[in-house]
């Protein structure tokens, strides 16, 4: 039964389920909730299911994962599903489906427009389904969007178009009103901490410390423990705050450094990717790991040692308790988390950086 190894997203799942129970698959869906609680996950287990060719799995309204259709999905080479992502080039959005558009750009995945594409019969499944992740980029609020709501409009009666986003108010409303709503939610502690325990990659400190980062971001906690990349960066930066904390403003420049250099090597996926997106895509994260140190070094100043994120770090944490004053903590915490949006904005890196370290140091 494999939807259910998909964590704490059950409302979500067994409405699926029944569309393929009842017969009742709908042609558009907008899969939305906060970012990194398994939306993508939930896009690629429907296209699973969707297409896949085990008979019981099919019946119970499931897929087997292991039939040639659900390996190919999972490899990214079912030529029926296709994941459809914008990417950066410099400080410019191309989005896919303006790829899809051109009908032979060097660059363009596909040979043929969405709408055209769209009409063909599928190659191997019974469905096409096309998942376009995230759907609120700005240019689909223009001509990409249009064409892609002419495609959600008049819909051959094979495609199953998913469009996933956290902000659905940023998109086309045209658009969100022909797609069926799908919510995802937030996940409890204890049930991240569960999905860590059973994915066995980390300790149980870290563990603890994923969870806490985590927000309730279950997909995100489960990629950050598959990635040894982006937990060597966490042990790397925390180790070097606690080494370089005591010297103190001056040491502002070498933390902006370090935290772009692991930026850049901390990707667990593909490594055809630019430096500088790379380093874009991972400082969030990387960012998120340092204000969790600057909460728990502010939670120990209110004497709660026990609900400190870095349990793994509980030593060092203990020895730079006192050095800095709670207010200064706090503010150094605001730095952290405006910075993350700041460069989550396009801001120039470096700068913003080396800003909040000058902010949080003491
Ligand atoms: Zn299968």
């Keep these: 039964m494999p939807f259910n190894r998909i964590y704490a997203q059950d409302i979500a799942l067994d409405m699926l389920r029944r569309t393929l129970t009842t ?51 999972t490899l990214g080479q079912h030529p029926d599903v296709r994941l459809l992502t914008p990417e950066t080039c410099g400080d410019k959005t191309v989005i896919p489906i303006d790829a899809i558009r051109t009908k032979s750009g060097e660059n363009s995945p596909h040979p043929l427009p969405l709408r055209e594409d769209a009409q063909l019969k599928p190659v191997e499944g019974r469905h096409k389904v096309y998942i376009l992740d995230p759907a609120n980029r700005p240019g689909l609020q223009e001509d990409a969007g249009n064409a892609l709501l002419l495609t959600v409009e008049e819909p051959p009666a094979h495609v199953v178009m998913i469009l996933i986003s956290s902000r659905p108010t940023a998109m086309l409303p045209t ?52 990635n040894p990349k982006m937990l060597e960066a966490r042990q790397a930066l925390l180790s070097e705050v606690d080494h370089l904390l005591p010297a103190g403003r001056p040491a502002a420049l070498r933390l902006a450094e370090l935290l772009h250099n692991l930026a850049m090597l901390a ?45 793994d770090f509980a030593a060092a944490l203990d020895r730079h308790a006192g050095r800095l004053p709670a207010g200064h903590l706090q503010q150094g915490l605001q730095a952290i988390v405006q910075t993350k949006r700041l460069i989550e904005r396009n801001a120039n890196i470096d700068l913003a950086l080396e800003r909040m370290w000058i902010t949080a140091l003491p």
């Design 23 to 73: 017969d009742q698959v709908g042609h558009a869906y907008l899969f939305y909730g906060p970012e990194g609680i398994g939306k993508r996950t939930s896009a690629l287990a429907y296209a699973k299911a969707l297409n896949c060719a085990d008979p019981a799995s099919r019946e119970a309204g499931d897929y087997c994962d292991a039939c040639r259709s659900c390996r190919m999905i």
């Design 267 to 311: 990707d667990g996926e593909d490594d055809t990717k630019s430096k500088d997106r790379a380093v874009r895509r991972n400082l969030p994260d990387l960012l998120d790991v340092t204000a969790s140190w600057w909460r728990d070094l502010l939670i120990g100043e209110i004497g709660e040692r026990e609900m400190r994120i870095n349990q």
């Design 175 to 226: 658009l969100v009103s022909r797609c069926r709503p799908v919510r995802f939610h937030l996940a409890p502690r204890e049930t991240i901490l569960q999905a860590l325990r059973e994915l066995n990659t980390v300790s149980p400190e870290q563990a603890t410390a994923i969870a806490g980062m985590a927000d309730g971001r279950i997909g995100w906690a489960v990629s950050c423990a598959s």
